[in-house]
């Protein structure tokens, strides 16, 4: 990604990061609502609500305009679709390496049998203390052990 998406996604995620932000960005993008509205939602003050709506606004999620002495909100629809291209990018990065990494489990031998046969035995666990087989595959043990 160009470095003016890697600042636009930082300003996205940013905004989307807060659950309050999320939840006033579902409201207007179901309908245009006024900034007094969407804060008798809430419970923090009135300017705590501007703030966040300043947030998505800067992120172009959310666009404001004036009608007579009221701010009205209105939710960017094309904003929320560069969010999910920027996801869908990422998840294919991501199923890619996946797939490489099937790949090369794929490619790779499966591991050599046991000298006496049968599958090799399992370590012990790490702090255990114990540095021979398990009794039943360590064959006949010395007398005084």
């Known amino acids: 990604m160009p470095v003016i998406d890697e600042e636009r996604a930082d300003a996205l ?8 932000r999320r939840d006033i960005l579902r409201r207007v993008l179901a309908g245009e609502q006024s900034i007094t509205s969407l804060a008798a ?5 009135f300017a705590a609500v501007h703030k966040h709506i300043t947030v998505l606004e800067r992120s172009a999620l959310v666009s404001r305009r ?13 904003a929320v679709r560069s969010v999910g291209s920027m996801l869908t990018e990422l998840e294919g990065i991501w199923r890619g390496r996946v797939a490489r990494i099937d790949d090369l489990i794929a ?26 087989p398990p009794p039943d595959r360590a064959g006949p043990r010395p007398p005084g052990t």
């Open 107 to 132: 490619a790779t031998p499966p591991p050599p049998p046991h000298p006496q046969g049968g599958p090799i035995p399992p370590r012990p666990p790490e702090g255990t203390g114990q540095t021979t």
């Open 66 to 78: 004036r009608q007579g002495r009221e701010s009205l909100a209105t939710g960017n629809v094309e």
């Open 41 to 45: 939602h809430y419970d923090m003050s």
């Open 13 to 20: 995620f940013h905004a989307l990061a807060d659950r309050t």
